[in-house]
């Protein structure tokens, strides 16, 4: 009886593993131009990579922040998703978006230590491969 409880415990945590390894891939693969705004301005033009259930910021790379494990979600429409990326001198920016077909939107706040957070949106495509 112990060898098939643990065997049934063994299994559940498989199980576990499998279906929050595919969640955290469901996006993988995608790669999106965007165009971030503040205050209805362009501010800055970045490419996010999705892979291996991580969000690559590219141009971000030249402050420090590099590709972050994000959670995603699929929804009837759309896949949403959140991602905290961090750089040691520059802070912390925090993701969030929904990419519905070659289309991805969001917001994403940065906060560094001595100023105020940064409210930005973005709005994107996923370029022809």
Known sequence: MKHNTIGVIAMLIIS??????QTQSIIDGKKFSIEIMKDGALDSKETLVFEKGMMDPLQCHQYGFTATAYQAKNTAEAYTF??????????VMAWQGKITGDKIEGTVTWTKAGQDAIHYTFKGVEPDK
């Open 82 to 91: 959140k991602v905290i990326t961090k750089s040691e001198k520059e802070g």
């Open 16 to 21: 576990l593993n499998v279906h929050a390894q």
